[in-house]
């Protein structure tokens, strides 16, 4: 529940292609369909590499899911409260970014 509630559940289903989520409901996915599925992941990529680096590392680590949030932040060498700030400010940054498109 913990990671389906996390930022990496979160991209997965905000990128996720028309086709995988059509597989599951069981329609076909129109050409129309797949190129903005398309667009969108291309457009959601280019925002995640618009981010500072810091912030994008944060961001990237955290969706991947394999580690909690403090134990990124030693890996890291950063207190797990910057951590999390960092993983916060490029959620909302993301966010701002994709709403403005």
């Not at 329609?27 to 903005?36: D, F």
């Not at 992941?41 to 990237?60: E, F, H, S």
């Not at 403090?70 to 951590?83: R, S």
Request: glycine share 4%; no cysteine.
């Amino acid at each position: 529940l913990s990671r389906r509630r996390g930022l990496g559940w979160k991209l997965k289903h905000l990128i996720a292609s028309d086709a995988e989520l059509d597989t599951v409901t069981g329609r076909v996915p129109t050409p129309e369909a797949r190129i903005l599925s398309a667009e969108r992941i291309a457009l959601v990529r280019r925002q995640i590499q618009r981010l500072p680096r810091k912030l994008r590392d944060a961001l990237l680590l955290a969706a991947a899911g394999d580690a909690t949030q403090d134990e990124l932040a030693v890996a890291m060498n950063i207190p797990a409260a910057t951590f999390r700030g960092r993983v916060r400010d490029a959620r909302l940054r993301l966010k701002k970014a994709l709403n403005q498109t």
